[in-house]
């Protein structure tokens, strides 16, 4: 089991800019996929970026390509997101999270065995 902790967050203007980073403490992040999660208040849990072991392929969903960039740093065992052109909808809990699976470019949550305790970010309109 991997330790996860995420850092980062924040309140932010529309248009402004944060950078999360999740440390991974216990095992070598590098034999992990990531993903980086969001929930906001009565809505299920969605996946915003994912990134396999090495970082040489990376996914997004819709409403943030062109806007958010996911990155690792394996000898850091940290791995970030980085997160432009903020909008009022990307107000949620930011979880990063770990698997083994070759299932990961899914991005199911239940794909993801360890997870961080998450990290708030509110975007102000």
């Known amino acids: 089991q991997v330790h996860l902790v995420e850092s980062g967050g924040g309140l932010v203007q529309a248009g402004g800019s944060l950078r999360l980073s999740c440390a991974a403490s216990g095992r070598t992040l590098s034999n992990y996929h990531m993903g980086w999660f969001r929930q906001a208040p009565g809505k299920e849990r969605e996946f915003v970026a994912l990134?396999?072991?090495?970082?040489?392929?990376?996914y997004y969903t819709d409403s943030v390509k062109g806007r958010f960039t996911i990155s690792r740093d394996n000898a850091k065992n940290t791995v970030y997101l980085h997160m432009d052109s903020l909008e009022p909808e990307d107000t949620a809990v930011y979880y990063c999270a770990a698997t083994t699976r070759v299932s990961w470019r899914r991005g199911a949550p239940y794909d993801y065995g360890d997870w961080g305790q998450g990290t708030q970010v509110t975007v102000s309109s």
């Open positions: 990134i396999n072991w090495s970082g040489t392929s990376t």
